[in-house]
């Protein structure tokens, strides 16, 4: 296998690290080459906050769900979309930024593919990774401990450090779903074909569960429990708060 397809084939998130540092300088080179993802119209709506501190580490580690890596971890970092440079740019020739939707979901979408490429960069240097959604449980809060800026808007946070088992941890990466259920091709297939291939997965993804000590578990039943009720519902007030407009 090429050796990209094959270092992508082999993410897992790590949630365990050793205890020794990471290099300053391999995170910067990591953090330039992943720069070079797209970005539309080469706005480069993104910023990320490294977060050294271990106060503010243990506390951004309750604020997070109780998850101790984020403590741990080595590296962490917020990943943030960030509206506040193109505003003062805006600013500095005499002129406005009108927001909208569109432009938040531009920002959103820059800092996903700079965080993809980050983590692949990362992990090409023996790194392991975990994206940190829990970051957004409480984001008044995380907003405060962190005295972000007006227009800086965190979406989620990033460990990253030498795996503390070389195996990495559980049965292997987790299982995603067949080919045949994400690419098409001229159009969409119809509702059973999903339901096949949703059926398929669910198979796959009980052995997996399985191996990691909760039987019975599937794909669908995660996901239908996770959708069964509003999740962070003080988003678009804080998101707003910031400056975003989700109109």
Same mark, same amino acid.
């Given at each position: 296998?090429? @050796?990209?397809? $094959? ?7 790590v949630? /365990?690290?050793?205890?020794?540092? +990471? &290099?300053?300088?391999?995170?910067? /080179?990591?953090v ?20 050294? &501190? @271990? ?33 003062l ?5 005499g ?12 920002g +959103? ?27 957004r449980?409480?984001?008044? $809060? ?7 800026p007006? !227009? ?15 195996k !990495?941890?559980?049965p292997?990466?987790?299982?995603r ?7 098409? #091709?001229?159009?969409?297939?119809? #509702? ?5 291939? +949703? ?6 993804? $009980? ?7 909760r039987?019975g578990?599937t ?27 989700? &109109?």
């Open positions: 296998m090429d @050796p990209v397809l $094959e270092q992508m084939s082999a993410h897992r998130s949630r /365990r690290y050793r205890s020794e540092p +990471v &290099d300053d300088g391999l995170v910067e /080179r990591a330039s080459a992943a720069q070079r993802a797209a970005t539309s119209h080469a706005i480069q709506a993104y910023s990320l906050l490294r977060v050294r &501190d @271990p106060a503010r580490r243990g506390r951004l580690a309750e604020l997070c769900g109780d998850q101790p890596q984020v403590a741990e971890a080595p590296v962490f970092l917020v990943v943030c979309t960030d509206q506040r440079r193109h505003r740019a805006a600013m500095a020739r002129a406005a930024r009108v927001d909208n939707l569109e432009s938040f979901l531009l +959103v979408v820059d800092a996903a593919l700079l965080a993809q490429n980050l983590v692949l960069a990362l992990e090409s240097q023996g790194l392991g990774t975990c994206y940190i959604g829990g970051l449980n409480r984001l008044p $809060e995380v907003d405060l401990l962190l005295e972000l007006h !227009g800086v808007l965190p979406l989620f946070g990033l460990c990253a450090g030498w795996p503390a088992d070389a !990495g941890d559980g292997g990466p987790p299982p779903m067949p080919l045949a259920a994400v690419l098409y #091709d001229e159009r969409f297939p119809d #509702d059973d074909h999903v339901l096949e291939m +949703v059926a398929a997965h669910d198979r796959e993804s $009980e052995r997996w569960y399985a191996a990691r000590g039987p578990r794909w669908s039943e995660s996901v239908t429990r996770l959708f069964a009720r509003p999740a962070r519902a003080h988003l678009r007030a804080y998101y707003e708060s910031k400056g975003a407009a989700l &109109d």
